[in-house]
């Protein structure tokens, strides 16, 4: 029903969180980040911003022809909408799940993809970005520390797309994690979620797609991912 174009990355993650918990019948189109393959006419044409995931739905609602999305937010919601699954039907519900959703994809996942740039993959330390983005993960951890007190999930009672979407970017580098024993209702939480048969399955897809190695990034990818090489 659902064609996947994925590569195990945060964003990416978010897609078959959702696709795992609710058992959409989905087939997982690799898009190879590091080989350029983002930049590929068929892969432009529905995902313009060339960047994944972005998803065919070759049953919309509607009955219509089949109906691309891209950007990762967006897939989550009309999957939501889809499926009438993960999303409060009530308005204040509905709301509160959108605004975590739009802070994730404004603040926790741009800086903390930032924070790990900067400390993983730039070509040389740059302290004053390092400082930056390591303040500003730190501070965006502590506003989502404060939303989970007294409540199971970020909404809430519910698991809902507001934690599929801000649960894979609480420290994703594993060469520069985040220091979260500061953050008890954080570990509380991303322990829950990790525990759960979807979330499994949702990472193992990613350990098929791209088995994990211990090889750096090659120039060539470098010049692909960030548009930089390694300095010698």
Do not use: C, D, S, W
């Given at each position: 029903m659902i064609d996947l174009h994925y590569w195990p990355?945060?964003?990416?993650?978010?897609?078959?969180?959702?696709?795992?918990?609710t058992g959409l019948d989905y087939t997982i189109k690799p898009v190879n980040i590091g080989a350029g393959e983002q930049f590929r006419?068929?892969?432009?044409?529905?995902?313009?911003?060339?960047?994944?995931?972005a998803i065919v739905d070759h049953a919309p609602a509607d009955g219509g022809a089949p109906l691309s999305l891209f950007e990762s937010g967006a897939i989550l919601l009309y999957l939501a909408d889809k499926t009438g699954r993960m999303m409060p039907t009530d308005l204040r519900g509905r709301e509160t799940v959108l605004q975590w959703l739009f802070w994730q994809m404004a603040g926790l996942g741009p800086m903390t993809g930032?924070?790990?740039?900067?400390?993983?993959?730039?070509?040389?330390?740059?302290?004053?970005?390092?400082?930056?983005?390591?303040?500003?993960a730190h501070r965006l951890l502590g506003v989502l520390e404060r939303q989970l007190a007294g409540r199971a999930f970020i909404a809430g009672d519910d698991y809902t797309i507001a934690d599929i979407a801000c649960y894979p970017w609480i420290s994703p580098y594993g060469k520069a994690p985040i220091d979260l024993a500061a953050y008890p209702e954080i570990r509380r939480w991303h322990a829950a979620i990790a525990a759960r048969p979807a979330t499994?399955?949702?990472?193992?897809?990613?350990v098929e797609v791209n088995p994990p190695t211990d090889q750096p990034l090659s120039d060539e990818a470098r010049r692909v991912l960030f548009g930089q090489e390694t300095r010698r």
């Open positions: 990355t945060p964003n990416g993650h978010k897609i078959t969180l959702f696709l795992e918990e006419p068929e892969f432009l044409a529905i995902a313009p911003n060339n960047r994944m995931p930032q924070y790990g740039h900067f400390r993983v993959y730039a070509p040389e330390p740059i302290p004053y970005a390092i400082e930056r983005y390591t303040k500003e499994q399955r949702a990472y193992a897809r990613g």
